[in-house]
């Protein structure tokens, strides 16, 4: 849909990289956690949860809830599953997903959160598609990505995305605007729903 997709590059090192010294400065994780508005019972799916950086803050924002934390890597699993253990959070459920599939249960997902990962999906649509599934009938998406319209945020291209093209790729798996949020100093914070297709969808 007019963009390159960014090679995930799985390593070792790349593991490390969620863990970068500067990601609380950049990122603000506990500004972004708290800015999205759940509650104790909330399911929430990390899409790309890495070593768990977010997965952790989710858990304890969510004690009576679950964290689905999803990722392609089985040693990123395995970090989050030890690093939960460790905190006592009872309430981590690790999913192996693929290329194509996030690997969810369907309608059961009150938010999935995917944080500066999305650009680099192989397969955007599919991914997407599926995630929109697990929803629940109000589950929503939040997607971060650095700005792709900032030149100054010394990030490369191929690692930023417009707005625009976010929501366009949304639309096209199903998903529609709810808000986006000025909350992060670098990236959007764009929220998803469902797409309501009813009487006179579509219409003119």
């Given at each position: 849909?007019?963009?390159?997709?960014?090679?995930?590059?799985?390593?070792?090192?790349?593991l490390s990289v969620s863990e970068r010294p500067d990601r609380d400065v950049r990122e603000l994780p506990d500004r972004l956690v708290a800015s999205l508005g759940l509650k104790p019972s909330d399911i929430v799916a990390d899409i790309g949860a890495g070593e768990g950086y977010y997965t952790l803050r989710l858990a304890r924002t969510v004690p009576h809830g679950r964290v689905l934390a999803?990722?392609?890597?089985?040693?990123?699993?395995?970090?989050?599953?030890?690093?939960?253990?460790?905190?006592?959070?009872?309430?981590?459920?690790?999913?192996?997903?693929s290329e194509t599939d996030p690997g969810l249960p369907d309608g059961r997902v009150d938010l999935a959160l995917i944080v500066v990962s999305y650009h680099e999906f192989t397969y955007p649509y599919e991914m997407?598609?599926?995630?929109?599934?697990?929803?629940?009938?109000?589950?929503?998406?939040?997607?971060?990505e650095y700005r792709g319209e900032d030149e100054t945020i010394d990030v490369p291209p191929v690692h930023r995305m417009t707005a625009e093209q976010i929501v366009r790729e949304m639309d096209a798996a199903g998903l529609e605007l709810r808000q986006a949020r000025d909350v992060?100093?670098?990236?959007?914070?764009?929220?998803?729903?469902?797409?309501?297709?009813?009487?006179g969808a579509g219409s003119s």
């Open positions: 849909m007019g963009r390159e997709i960014a090679r995930v590059v799985e390593t070792e090192h790349s999803v990722d392609l890597l089985v040693p990123a699993l395995d970090s989050v599953a030890a690093r939960a253990a460790a905190e006592g959070l009872r309430n981590v459920q690790t999913v192996l997903g997407m598609t599926g995630i929109a599934r697990s929803l629940a009938p109000d589950g929503r998406v939040v997607v971060i992060l100093p670098q990236q959007h914070m764009l929220e998803f729903t469902k797409r309501v297709e009813g009487p």
